[in-house]
Structure formats: structure tokens, C-alpha cells
């Protein structure tokens, strides 16, 4: 049986390789969507000066987890301002750039409504006009920059929408982990553990193939070895290019597969309990590899390659790295009763990114 491997996304890494924007946009207008502390880091001065005046409209009130509700505005504004731009840069976290996925989707009215509606169909469609999107990640966790996905809350109504669309791979990916050096270490643990959870979700998964596990392996390697060092040495360019290499890794492998369990279980956590999605998508990482093992063995070979053979030895090692960044790894920890998680793992084991697990169909709240 032959299994595919499909991903578009030109990638450049390595550190200045920021500068790359100024080839890959050559005779083009330039719209830039970036997070509120660009400016003040020097990130808005550097695009400027390399763009010069191809640079014609900026966004730079991106606000964590894109929301519905200013998604709209911000929407409308930039296709009645930002029309002729051919090009979106993203810089920033993930935010920023699922931020840009949704604004490069045009809609035939030009209002945001209308793409909401489609989303909520849920149904694939050709978006009546689109830009091309160059993501530069300013956050090693979310590989948004090598994937099609974008994330859309709706907290008001508690609901999440996952956009994506042919044109919403970006063209290209610059990963420079010079950009990444500022990041604070709440948010450095955050992502560094959601694209932990990329790599082990696209194993126990029912869309895994070796190519995926090639990367998946490799990424949580990385994060395993890293994380706590980088979290005591956060200027230290080796471990965030290191980390920021295991994030677009991980994003490599779960382009293909889309996340699971650890995920869809994350959505219910962060809408209605308010946790942060890296560390949403990977408090329960010990568990769903409990759920998940034993299912396949061909599956458990892949996760052995990481863990051994010994299942609770596995576990263990997991929650002790857990754990050694403050990350609390029970339910009950974040004030979810023993029935609420119960209900909240049902749940979600019946939700799209639920139904990748291996485990899904034979699971024991089923
Ligand atoms: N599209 C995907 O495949 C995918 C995958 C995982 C997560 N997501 C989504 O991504 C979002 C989370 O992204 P994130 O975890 O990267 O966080 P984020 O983009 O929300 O950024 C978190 C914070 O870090 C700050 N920040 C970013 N870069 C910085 C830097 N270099 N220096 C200092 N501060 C910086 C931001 O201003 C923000 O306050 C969520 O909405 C999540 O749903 C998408």
C-alpha cells in the first residue's frame, strides 16, 4: 500500500533568515499581520526597512486566540484597505498567523459574515478571491507556518472553527530563531509543549504515514532534550533554533495527519476553563498515550522508538518532564471533576480531531 506525503510550503531557516521577504516579494504590494509588541521589539522597522514601499498596510493589533468577534472588523477593514495588496506576511505566533489565513480568504461580499457561514457549513469551497500568505513564526510551538490550518475561536458562543483551504498553505515559510529570542518563558514552555503534542497527536493517529513519523520522532526528541534547558537559558540562540526547528518538524508531521485526542479534549479546556492551548493540548499527553498504546503495534512501534517498551515507564517520563516546567498533568488540577473530565474525554473523542485517534472506535467511555 502506497501512503502520501504531501506538503507545498517553500521553507527557509536559519538565523537572518528573515531577509528572504525581500526576494520572495519583489514587484509586489505587502500587507503585514503581526502581534501588538512588534513595534515596540523592532520586528515593524525591520519588515519596513527591508520592504521599503512595497510595505503598503500593516495589522498589528493581532490579539492571542483570533476571535470572531474582532476578527470581523479587522476583516472588513483590510479588503476595503488592503485590496490591492497581492502578498500577507504574517509575523508573529500562531495567532497571528491563523489571524492571516482568515484575511487572505476573500469572500464575495467582502464581509466577514459570509465566511463564517461557510465555516460553519463545514463544507470545502472555493473562496471567491485569495492572497498568498509568507508566515514567519515568531513562537516555536504552533508549525502554523507549514500547515493549511487555522484556528478561529468563537468564545462568546464556545466554539472553534478550523479554516482551511488550498490557498491557505502558505507560499512560504521563513524560520528564523533570532525572532523567537524575546519570547517569555510562560510562553516559551506553552509552545514548545503544543508542538509536543503535534508530534505525538500525528502518531497515535489514524492518518499517520512514515513520513510523518519521521518528523514526529525527531520533533519530540528535540522538545524532550530542550524545553528544560531553554526554559533556564532563554537568550540562547542554539536551543531556540533547536526548538524552533522540532516546532516546524512537528508542524511538518501533523500537516498531514491533523491533530487528536490530546486536542480535541484541549478545545473544551481552553473555551470553558480558560487554559492556555499549549498547555491545554498537552496536560492530558501521559493519558492519551495510556489510551493509545496497545491499540496498533505498529503504532506502538513508532512510540517506542521514543519511550521503550515499558508503558508506565513512559507515562512516568512524561509527567516528570511535565512536571519539571510547572505543567500539572490531572483534571483535578485545573478544578475538572473526575465526571466533568469523564464527560469532557467522551466528548471529544467524538469530535473531527477526536476521530483520528487510533484509539477512537474502541475506547472505554464509549
Ligand atoms: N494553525 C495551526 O495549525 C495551529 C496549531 C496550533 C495552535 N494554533 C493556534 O495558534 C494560537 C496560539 O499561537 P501561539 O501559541 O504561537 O501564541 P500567540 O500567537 O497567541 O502568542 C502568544 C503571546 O506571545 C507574544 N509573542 C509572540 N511572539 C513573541 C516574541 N517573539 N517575543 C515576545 N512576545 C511574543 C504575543 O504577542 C502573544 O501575547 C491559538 O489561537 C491556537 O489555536 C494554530
Same mark, same amino acid.
Given at each position: +500500500?502506497?501512503?502520501?506525503?504531501?506538503?507545498?510550503?517553500?521553507?527557509?531557516? %536559519?538565523?537572518?533568515?528573515?531577509?528572504?521577504?525581500?526576494?520572495?516579494t519583489? @514587484?509586489?504590494?505587502?500587507?503585514?499581520?503581526?502581534?501588538?509588541?512588534?513595534?515596540s521589539?523592532?520586528?515593524?522597522?525591520?519588515?519596513?526597512?527591508?520592504?521599503g514601499?512595497?510595505?503598503a498596510?500593516?495589522?498589528?493589533?493581532?490579539?492571542? @486566540?483570533?476571535?470572531?468577534?474582532q476578527?470581523?472588523?479587522?476583516?472588513?477593514?483590510?479588503w476595503?484597505?488592503a485590496g490591492?495588496?497581492?502578498?500577507?506576511?504574517?509575523?508573529?505566533?500562531?495567532s497571528?498567523?491563523? !489571524?492571516a489565513?482568515?484575511?487572505?480568504?476573500?469572500?464575495?461580499?467582502?464581509?466577514?459574515?459570509?465566511?463564517?457561514e461557510?465555516?460553519?457549513a463545514?463544507?470545502?469551497?472555493?473562496?471567491?478571491?485569495?492572497?498568498?500568505?509568507?508566515?514567519?513564526?515568531?513562537?516555536?510551538?504552533?508549525?502554523?507556518?507549514?500547515?493549511?490550518?487555522? !484556528?478561529?475561536?468563537?468564545?462568546? @458562543?464556545l466554539?472553534?472553527?478550523?479554516?482551511?483551504?488550498?490557498? !491557505?498553505w502558505?507560499?512560504?515559510?521563513?524560520?528564523?530563531?533570532?525572532?523567537?529570542?524575546?519570547?517569555?518563558?510562560?510562553?516559551?514552555?506553552?509552545?514548545?509543549?503544543d508542538?509536543?503534542?503535534?508530534?505525538?497527536?500525528?502518531?497515535?493517529?489514524?492518518?499517520?504515514?512514515?513520513?510523518?513519523?519521521t518528523?514526529?520522532?525527531?520533533?519530540i526528541?528535540?522538545?524532550?532534550?530542550c524545553?528544560?534547558?531553554?526554559?533556564?537559558d532563554?537568550?540562547?540562540l542554539e536551543?531556540?533554533?533547536? +526548538?524552533?526547528?522540532?516546532? +516546524?518538524?512537528?508542524g511538518?508531521?501533523?500537516? @498531514?495527519?491533523k491533530?487528536?485526542?490530546?486536542h480535541?479534549i484541549?478545545?473544551?479546556?481552553?473555551?470553558?476553563?480558560?487554559?492556555p492551548?499549549?498547555?491545554a493540548?498537552?496536560?492530558?499527553?501521559?493519558?492519551?498515550?495510556?489510551?493509545?498504546?496497545?491499540?496498533d503495534?505498529?503504532?506502538?512501534?513508532v512510540?517506542?522508538?521514543?519511550? &521503550?517498551?515499558?508503558?508506565?515507564?513512559?507515562?512516568?517520563?512524561?509527567?516528570?518532564?511535565?512536571?519539571?516546567?510547572?505543567?500539572?498533568?490531572?483534571?483535578?488540577?485545573? &478544578?475538572?471533576d473526575?465526571?466533568?473530565?469523564?464527560q469532557?474525554?467522551?466528548?471529544?473523542l467524538? %469530535?473531527?480531531?477526536?476521530?483520528?485517534?487510533? %484509539?477512537?472506535?474502541?475506547?472505554?467511555?464509549?
Amino acid at each position: +500500500m502506497s501512503q502520501k506525503f504531501h506538503n507545498p510550503v517553500a521553507t527557509f531557516f %536559519g538565523n537572518d533568515s528573515l531577509k528572504e521577504i525581500r526576494t520572495l516579494t519583489e @514587484n509586489q504590494h505587502v500587507a503585514l499581520v503581526t502581534f501588538p509588541e512588534a513595534r515596540s521589539l523592532g520586528l515593524i522597522d525591520r519588515v519596513q526597512a527591508l520592504l521599503g514601499d512595497r510595505l503598503a498596510y500593516i495589522v498589528e493589533d493581532v490579539q492571542p @486566540n483570533p476571535d470572531v468577534a474582532q476578527l470581523a472588523g479587522l476583516y472588513e477593514r483590510f479588503w476595503q484597505q488592503a485590496g490591492h495588496c497581492h502578498t500577507v506576511i504574517a509575523l508573529g505566533g500562531g495567532s497571528a498567523i491563523d !489571524t492571516a489565513k482568515a484575511l487572505i480568504v476573500g469572500t464575495q461580499s467582502g464581509r466577514f459574515n459570509e465566511l463564517l457561514e461557510l465555516l460553519a457549513a463545514g463544507q470545502a469551497f472555493t473562496p471567491a478571491q485569495a492572497k498568498s500568505l509568507i508566515a514567519i513564526p515568531t513562537t516555536a510551538g504552533t508549525g502554523s507556518e507549514v500547515t493549511p490550518w487555522a !484556528t478561529i475561536w468563537d468564545s462568546a @458562543n464556545l466554539k472553534k472553527y478550523s479554516l482551511h483551504l488550498e490557498c !491557505t498553505w502558505p507560499k512560504a515559510a521563513i524560520i528564523d530563531p533570532q525572532l523567537m529570542l524575546t519570547v517569555p518563558r510562560g510562553i516559551t514552555v506553552s509552545t514548545g509543549l503544543d508542538a509536543l503534542s503535534h508530534a505525538m497527536e500525528s502518531i497515535w493517529n489514524v492518518n499517520a504515514n512514515p513520513v510523518s513519523d519521521t518528523f514526529a520522532v525527531s520533533a519530540i526528541g528535540d522538545v524532550l532534550a530542550c524545553l528544560p534547558a531553554l526554559c533556564k537559558d532563554l537568550g540562547n540562540l542554539e536551543l531556540r533554533a533547536r +526548538m524552533a526547528l522540532a516546532a +516546524m518538524k512537528a508542524g511538518l508531521a501533523f500537516s @498531514n495527519t491533523k491533530t487528536a485526542l490530546a486536542h480535541s479534549i484541549s478545545y473544551e479546556m481552553t473555551l470553558r476553563h480558560g487554559l492556555p492551548h499549549g498547555i491545554a493540548c498537552s496536560f492530558t499527553l501521559p493519558m492519551v498515550l495510556g489510551l493509545a498504546w496497545g491499540r496498533d503495534p505498529a503504532r506502538d512501534q513508532v512510540l517506542q522508538q521514543v519511550f &521503550g517498551p515499558d508503558l508506565g515507564t513512559a507515562q512516568q517520563r512524561l509527567r516528570q518532564f511535565l512536571h519539571s516546567l510547572d505543567v500539572k498533568t490531572d483534571f483535578s488540577d485545573y &478544578g475538572v471533576d473526575a465526571n466533568e473530565a469523564e464527560q469532557i474525554v467522551g466528548y471529544a473523542l467524538l %469530535g473531527a480531531r477526536g476521530k483520528n485517534f487510533i %484509539g477512537a472506535e474502541r475506547s472505554p467511555v464509549h
